[in-house]
């Protein structure tokens, strides 16, 4: 018995640091596949109008619960995000039926967002004392999708963005 409960356990580990490792790894490929795009739209973002708030959002289509989207408030001195809590895709008329998972959550709060009261979406905000970060923004916004809301490199992701001018849809590498 205490043999086959050692089996048990080197499998568990191995199958745990294989899972890690699939997970680095993805991690890495849709910050490879997307990130440059991102980043290039945040920027065209906060470099337009300080009139008003403006974001980027990056979301999975058909799917209204699976977005996260960023921008740039108070005349470009902070940084606003939010992840989906699936609150307001809900109708107004209790009972709610889609709450994220205790998983989902926990990846988002190890990003940094903050879960609210559970009546609002997943928040983020840093201040902003020079130029920002678009890469690290852009990594932020593609963890969020991946760890939160299973996107991966090959997944198509939807970006829109509110300015004047044009997205940017080819980056150089």
Request: charged share 25%; aromatic share 8%.
């Amino acid at each position: 018995m205490r043999g086959l409960l050692g089996v048990i356990i080197l499998a568990v580990l191995a199958y745990t640091a294989s899972a890690l490792a699939q997970n680095a790894d993805s991690r890495a490929e849709i910050i490879e596949e997307h990130r440059c795009h991102l980043a290039g739209n945040l920027r065209a973002v906060y470099r337009s109008s300080q009139d008003r708030a403006r974001y980027v959002t990056l979301s999975r289509p058909g799917q209204l619960n699976s977005y996260v989207q960023c921008g740039f408030i108070e005349a470009r001195s902070k940084l606003h995000c939010e992840a989906s809590s699936s609150y307001y895709s809900q109708s107004e008329i209790p009972p709610r039926l889609i709450y994220p998972s205790a998983e989902e959550k926990n990846a988002l709060e190890k990003l940094g967002f903050k879960s609210g009261n559970g009546l609002e979406n997943f928040s983020y905000k840093r201040d902003l004392t020079s130029a920002p970060d678009f890469d690290g923004i852009a990594r932020l916004m593609l963890l969020a999708m991946h760890d939160g809301f299973g996107a991966r490199a090959e997944t198509y992701l939807e970006l829109r963005a509110e300015f004047d001018g044009t997205l940017i849809t080819a980056c150089r590498h």
